[in-house]
């Protein structure tokens, strides 16, 4: 029964100098394994990157992470007004989004 032992979502980074060629969707970065976690990785067009840790043998996390940011992220942090964009140093401060975000893992089988 993997659980996930850390979430993250950092801000855009600046934007780099294009590439030689574009990656295609397999040469994309999806995740990393080790002996003790899999660390899985969600970009956004915009820049923002979504992070979850999880156990090692754990299938690809990365339909969760698209879920997070299509639901709660869009819906309690970037329609509000009253939450700061650029968290990095306080995090994403709003009790909906962090009670949305948890309620979605816990609710997902991978996590019972």
Same mark, same amino acid.
């Given at each position: 029964? @993997? !659980? #996930? !032992? =850390?979430?993250?979502? /950092? @801000? @855009? $980074?600046?934007?780099? @100098?294009?590439p030689l060629h574009t990656a295609t969707r397999d040469e994309q970065f999806v995740n990393y394994q080790t002996s003790t976690y899999k660390l899985h990785l969600f970009e956004t067009p915009s820049g923002?990157?979504? &992070?979850m840790l999880s156990d090692p043998t754990?299938? =690809? %996390? *990365?339909?969760v992470l698209r879920q997070i940011y299509a639901g709660p992220f869009l819906e309690y942090v970037v329609r509000?007004? %009253?939450? #700061?964009?650029?968290s990095r140093e306080r995090g994403i401060d709003n009790?909906?989004? +962090?009670? =949305? $975000?948890? *309620? /979605? &893992? +816990?609710? %997902?089988t991978v996590f019972q």
């Open positions: 029964m @993997p !659980t #996930p !032992t =850390s979430f993250s979502i /950092l @801000p @855009p $980074t600046p934007t780099p @100098p294009p923002y990157k979504f &992070v754990a299938d =690809s %996390l *990365r339909f509000n007004p %009253l939450v #700061p964009m650029d009790e909906y989004f +962090r009670t =949305s $975000t948890d *309620r /979605l &893992v +816990r609710g %997902l």
